[in-house]
Nanobody, 122 residues
Framework: VQLQASGGGLVQAGGSLRLSCAAS????????MAWFRQAPGKEREFVAL????????NYADSVRGRFTISRDDAKKTVYLQMNSLEPEDTAIYYC????????????????WGQGTQVTVSS
């Protein structure tokens, strides 16, 4: 499975961005897709996940109500709509795919995209 992330950029606080993650290859083996992020000097953390089939999703407390994860089956693409962005959301955002289950633990994600930078200015 190959993942290609895109959509990052620079935005002012309160603004919005939409990230995309396109999957190719053996996408049928995917059980869940997720977004993680890593801010400077911090460990990578879970942001949101969605089941590869169905609509079940889960969010980190820090983004719940502001971010929405969704999926386009025809395009094999997962999106992360980010609204009401805060400077604390500044990070490199990574999409990842797990063949094993809807977990927030990054250890169980076997496939990773290259990361896309999101910078929120105050």
């Amino acid at each position: 499975v190959q993942l290609q992330a895109s959509g990052g950029g620079l935005v002012q606080a309160g603004g919005s961005l939409r990230l995309s993650c396109a999957a190719s290859g053996r996408a049928f083996s995917i059980y869940a897709m997720a977004w993680f992020r890593q801010a400077p000097g911090k460990e990578r953390e879970f942001v949101a996940l969605i089941m590869w089939s169905g609509s079940s999703a889960n969010y980190a407390d820090s983004v719940r109500g502001r971010f929405t994860i969704s999926r386009d089956d025809a395009k094999k693409t997962v999106y992360l709509q980010m609204n009401s962005l805060e400077p604390e959301d500044t990070a490199i955002y990574y999409c990842a795919a797990s063949p094993r289950g809807p977990t927030t633990n990054q250890v169980f994600y076997d496939y990773w995209g290259q990361g896309t930078q999101v910078t929120v200015s105050s």
